[in-house]
């Protein structure tokens, strides 16, 4: 059978600046997934798009091509209104672990489809499966009676979910083509509105650890992406929030488990507090719950009874202690000051290299590895004091964990001169130090001993976390 159209032809219409039609978007999403469109002929034509753009129509039908491409999910004889939430990435984002029961524990059903961390970026899954038992891989019925017994759901997406943006996201992460807004949107909302949640929430990052580097270019996208939604009938807002610096205090699977336990039980960093209750409260608000109180759940601990039923509905052992990296070494401060700059990227790439993420889709993880810093954005810190923890399985990884935390990483300001000296550069004060108080006997049901969490304390941070809320004037 004769193809309708030819691939050049429509990489000639885009490279042109022309508007490509309906039936030319189908055709050539279906026919590179089914191989008759080249993988080079499919780089050409997502350059043009870089290069050229889409129009919102362009932009909607792409995204549609691309869920027809698979299955749509659905939630039949469910009696809980859905919600969802999807983060673009950063560094210490652990948002989805406490916000998922919290919000559930108000009511709603909330099906979260999450995946794997790649470079510096962290994955749900595998932050998940640092928990002794729990496995990230769900039929749809199993899902379903989750979801309907539970109310939270945190688990791997199935294949049958838009594989045309599966084949598509690989191409374009070797053809440099991964910055497209169309594109990332139409990647994101594919999947999203595939999932067949009633509402979407979503949290663009913005900053050196997220993949959008300026607020502009992040409310672009998330403009976009709240268009696609609403265009088809999948509420949706989005907050853009700031990822300069890493959020909370723990950067590694295990590490950030521990922590958004903490949250459950109330205590926890302010930042990670303030943003899972930003997030709940749209969420909820989108339930139909705009009256919830998803800061009183957290604070008195009442959200944990649903972390806890998750965890062991996916085979989970909640109790279980928490893995913990075999070797550690203490990063000191240097000077004496505040803490001005802690840049998410360098901190996500020294995690990364420690073994908390992978360079390569199938690459392992080490559970326990990553870092744990004892001063956050604002805090006044005294020469000597330890700043942060790394943690690894493997030793010699310390060396290339340190550097990447070299020239311009971290700046500390003096009181009182502001020449004061600054940590802007290599060879920071390494000190073997004792186990940090917290770091052990840690488990998925609480923290352990000698880490009290009764509250967030700390001084108001110097850091806006949301900077824009993104909603369809309709």
């Not at 990483?409 to 009182?416: D, K, L, M, Q, V």
């Amino acid at each position: 059978m004769a193809e309708i159209f030819d691939a050049v032809d429509v990489i000639i219409a885009k490279r042109d600046g022309g508007e490509l039609t309906g039936p030319q978007i189908d055709w050539v999403v279906d026919a590179y997934t089914r191989g008759v469109v080249a993988e080079e002929q499919m780089s050409a034509l997502a350059m043009a798009i870089l290069l050229n753009g889409m129009s919102r129509p362009e932009i909607q039908r792409w995204t549609q091509a691309m869920i027809a491409s698979g299955k749509r999910m659905a939630w039949p004889g469910l009696n809980r209104p859905t919600v969802d939430k999807h983060s673009t990435g950063g560094v210490g984002d652990k948002i989805t672990l406490p916000l998922a029961p919290l919000v559930a524990s108000f009511g709603p059903g909330v099906p979260q489809l999450s995946g794997r961390g790649l470079g510096h970026t962290g994955g749900t899954l595998d932050k998940l499966e640092s928990i002794k038992g729990w496995r990230a891989d769900l039929t749809e019925a199993e899902l379903l009676s989750q979801l309907d017994r539970v109310g939270a759901v945190i688990c791997a997406a199935g294949p049958g979910l838009a594989p045309a943006d599966k084949k598509l996201y690989a191409l374009r992460d070797v053809t440099g083509t991964v910055e497209s807004i169309p594109l990332i949107a139409s990647s994101i909302m594919s999947k999203k509105i595939a999932e067949g949640a009633a509402h979407l929430v979503l949290d663009v990052k913005c900053g050196s650890g997220a993949f959008m580097k300026d607020q502009v270019r992040a409310e672009e996208l998330a403009r976009v992406m709240v268009q696609l939604g609403t265009d088809a009938g999948l509420g949706t807002t989005a907050l853009v929030t700031d990822m300069s610096a890493p959020l909370g205090r723990t950067i590694g699977n295990a590490l950030e488990v521990r922590e958004a336990v903490e949250v459950l039980a109330g205590g926890g960093p302010p930042d990670v507090v303030e943003l899972t209750v930003a997030l709940a409260r749209e969420m909820l608000a989108a339930s139909g719950l705009p009256d919830a109180d998803p800061a009183a759940a957290l604070a008195n601990g009442s959200a944990m009874d649903s972390w806890r039923a998750m965890i062991q509905a996916q085979g989970g052992d909640p109790a279980a202690p928490l893995p913990l990296a075999r070797h550690h070494e203490v990063l000191a401060a240097p000077a004496t000051g505040r803490l001005t700059r802690l840049d998410a990227l360098a901190v996500g790439t020294a995690a990364w290299r420690l073994g908390a993420g992978r360079a390569r889709k199938e690459d392992p993880v080490q559970a326990g590895a990553g870092i744990e810093l004892h001063a956050q954005l604002g805090d006044h810190v005294t020469a000597g004091q330890p700043l942060a923890t790394l943690w690894t399985d493997t030793p010699d990884r310390f060396a290339r964990a340190l550097e990447a935390l070299g020239a311009n990483a971290i700046e500390i300001t003096g009181p009182i001169s502001p020449t004061a000296e600054s940590a802007t550069g290599p060879g920071y004060p390494v000190a073997p130090g004792a186990r940090p108080p917290g770091a052990q006997g840690a488990t998925a049901a609480g923290p352990g001993p000698g880490h009290p969490t009764v509250a967030p304390t700390g001084p108001p941070r110097p850091r806006q976390l949301v900077l824009a809320r993104i909603a369809d004037p309709r």
